[in-house]
Structures are given as structure tokens and as C-alpha cells.
């Protein structure tokens, strides 16, 4: 998968309720959640960001609740790709079930905001082309990425039921 | 190779003879549950996946607990749609409004969860089971509806930490405590990925509703679960509630641990998470004399018998200080009858307590007690992130049942016998 996109970045430990907190719950819709998305830390950032946008951040992103809405506002945004020192696991797996790429990556400190980073998963390569900087990034193994390459968790279900 | 309890359970649920950590199994399920804010998303995915009846009606048990009652429409439509849902795929497992409570109170309470099992849940405080030796642990709202549709889930098999418990804990110490203790050592990512696993000759003193707290707040530490040995207290817990037959799997004396966290019980002193992070935990003497405006008492977390007894005893005669307000919130209807018959409710009534219905109330900021910006709120519950009672610009500090009531009588943060 390829990605390219400018970014917005955020620190350690970024919990669901920041963003999404739960009054907002009352609805599954990406379009309608996107517009509180952050609005915790970063009252600008819903109305900011745009498609390809990435989000940048330090550890644990996404840690908190399991809202999967939290991935819903997120992917309502238009963003694709997260960048994260590392995920907090319930996260992780619905950024896999939404069509969000969430890629571990050590060195998200070298990144500022609004740089420019492409990705490229399969040569397994980060480029900041803001900073002319380039990164060998890690890769998933067999099993997620063959359920990233399905487009996660239902299309998978859907063919497990299929051959039974 | 030598096993832990994790590694045990999740290779008996998927037919191996042995896993690894780093193994992607896909494992049986033995109970699914989902709540009124995020099944209806799980039943959406379920759908979509073209099942059209889950996978065991046995298995699958759907709450009503977040918001209700409804506190606005939009919350009223979404509960309405979880009962369509129930209707629809004809759910035997259903709990209305009066007549459960809390999710992670009545699963355990009404014997849904035997040692053993594979429990997941639509919510990230379903690692609450683990007290009973299962293996457990929160997932998505898609994941959710597929493990209802095919009754497995994938996992990777954690790396296990090893949580030694020695030694008999003091006076107005309980599983808060502990859990705290926990946090204020490893931080709220400290065990991510990893299962949290309880072991020592401390645990006796721990009854399952002090197991039942530290499991719940376990994932505040990152850990994909935590999961208590089966003692004699266990057993006893299960005798009257569980109708299934179930085996007890013991951990391998040689299993291997990432980690190993060893916490003399006598030492813990009561502790408090002060704004805005679980880990951000202080000893409440540290912190003494902040002025509360708001105290709960509650959740899945704190809410259950043992804690209102607790809360009770230091209220018993007492008034709530006058710039203080207290929510006292059982967290099941059999909890509630229980502190009837005990009394305890006349006690929170004769010191000027507020007592919410059998519901998650005022702790995820759904209603019933949210706070205003400038508020100090001392909380019995599990997260005090910005924001999550209420107002962006509210404090939250999450601790004992003791040390809450105790502040609600002093009306500023206080160690129990200081009430
Ligand atoms: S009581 Fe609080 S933490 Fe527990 S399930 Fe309800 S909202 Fe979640």
C-alpha cells in the first residue's frame, strides 16, 4: 500500500475519549462523528484535516476505551494511515477492520507537523519528504496482512461462512 | 514448552497442544457480550458478514447499561435499536434496565463466566472475568459481531507478566489499592499486549470482588488481559452461580514470564489517581485536603456489594460535608436489593447521598452526574481522562470506596479514618 499525505502530529497516550468522547456514541456514522474527532486535545484538527491527511503520534495511540467509533471519526476525517510509536491493541485491531493502515514506527519524533511523509508498506519504506529523510519501516506478518489485503474483519468472516 | 494460564486457555480453544507468544490462534468463544452503546455497530457488522442467526443464543448476552435511562432521544433511539436487534435474532440472554446492571457486574454475578473460558466483550473492561480464571478480553464492535457469527475470534497469544501478591493487606486496604499500586509501577502502558497474571499466597486475602476490580482496571495498564489462579474463594463464588461444568487449568511451574511485578500487600497504603491519567497515582495522604465537589461511588469497577458495605461503614452515622455532593450508584439490581436488606442504602440516605439507578451513570460522561468545568470529582470508577465525567476542564481522581466516602464526609480528600 502506498500512502502520501501531510500530518498532524500528537504525543503519548492519546485515549479514545479525546478522540471521541463518549457523548457523542449516539451515532455510527463516520460523517456525522468526524466533526468531534480530537476535540478533547485539538479543537482545530476536525476542522483542519482532509483526505490523505496522516496522524502522527507517540506511544500507546489509541488507548482507553474499545469504541470502535473512535477509528469511525478518525477514518470520517479521511485519514488512512496512522503513525505511532506503537497502539494500544483493541485500537489496532479496528484500525485493521476500517480501512485505517496503523503503522508502528519508532521514530515519530523525527517528524513535525504538517510534514510531508509517503509510505510505501509493501517496499516497507518511510520517506519524510518535507526533510528529505528516509526509513526502513517493519512489515506485518502473514496473517494481518492478509486480513488488511481482505479489508479486515467482516469480509474475512464473510468468507469463513461461505465455505462452511 | 511450559505454558502460562493465558497460553493454556487459548491453546485448549483452539485445538492446539501448545502456543507461543507472538502465535496468531483463532480461538473458540465461549461468551460474547455487547452493551447498549456499541452492540448495535457489533449487530451491523454481524450482518454484514450475510449470518443470519448467531452462533449459540447460549453465548451471546446483550446490557442495557450506558444510557440508559435514555437521556436524550438519540440515546433512547440506539437503545431501541440494540432491543430490535435482541427481538430480531431472538436473544434469550437480554438484560433490560431494572433488571441487570452493569455488564461487567452481572456477567460474573449471574454465572455467564466459568474458569476456563474465552470471553469476549464490545467494551475494554471486559478483562473484568479474568478474576475467575478465564481469559478475557475487550474487542471492536465488528469484531464483536463476527465472533457472534462464527463464534471464534483471532488472537496473538500474549507474553505473560507474573503479578506475585504476598503478604495480608492493612486495614481500608482493597483491589483499588492494588490495581493502583500496579499502575503507579508500570505506567498505563506498562503491560501492552501482555496478560497480567495473579499468583501468591496474598490472594486469599482478595475475595473475587477485589479480583473483580484489579482484572477490570488491569487494561488501564495496556494488558490485553489479567487472569487470577482458581483458589478455594473462586469456587465458592461459582457454586450457587454457575451451571456449566468446567475444567481448572493451572499455569506450567516453568512457564516463562516478560516480567515480574512482586507487591507485598502489607505495604500498599491507600491510594488515589489524580488528574488526568490512571498511572498519575499518588498516596492519598500526598494529596490530602483538595476540595471535592463532587463524590461517586460506583461502576464496574467499584460498585458492587463489598464496596457499598465499605462506603457504608465510614458514612454509618455521618452527614456528607455541605459543599459536597455524593452519587452513590449500585452497579447491579442484585447489589441494590443486597444493600437494602443490609441497610446500607438507609445509611446513604440518612447522610445525604444521591442514589442513582443500577446503570454505567455519571462514569463515561453519559449522564447522571457529569461534572462542570472547574468541578473536582473523587470517583470510585476506572478513567479519569480530560474530560470523561464531564467538563474538558473538570478533575477527576479515581480511588477506594474508604477514601471516596471518606471524602465525601470531609468534603476534600481525606484518608478513611479520618472521616
Ligand atoms: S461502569 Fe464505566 S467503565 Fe464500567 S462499563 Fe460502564 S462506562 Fe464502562
Redesign the pocket.
Known sequence: MIFKGRTFTFGDNIDTDVIIPTKYLVTNSPDELKAHCMEGIDTEFARDVCGNDIIVAGENFGCGSSREHAVLAISGCGVRLIIAKSFARIFFRNCLNRGIYPLEFKHTDQIDRGNIIFVDTDRGILKNETKNEEYEIPKFDAFITELIELGGIIPYARKQLNIR | MPMTLTQKILAKASDKVEVVPGDIVEARVDLVMGHDVLMPLAFEAFEETGATKLFDVNKVVAVQ??FVPAPDVKSAEQSKRLKEYVKKYSMVNYFELGRGG???TIIPEKGFVVPGDVAVGS?S?TTTYGALGAFATGLGSSEIGVSMALGKMWFRVPEAIKVVLNGKPGRYIGGKDVILEILRRIGTDGARYCSLEFVGDGIKYLDIDDRLTICNMAVETGAKNAIFEVDSITNEYLQNRVKKDFDVLKADDTAEYKGEIEIDLSKVVPLIAAPHSPDNVKEVHEIKGVKVDQVYIG???NGRIKDLREAAEILKGKKVNENTRLIVVPSSQEVYKQALQEGLIDTFLEAGAAIGPPT?GA??GGHMGLLASGEVCVST???NFIGRMGSKESYVYLTSPYVAAATAVAGKIVLPEEA
Open positions: 447499561d450506558h452493569v455488564c461487567h467494551d473492561h461502576s464496574c469497577t454505567c462514569c463515561c470508577t476506572n478513567r
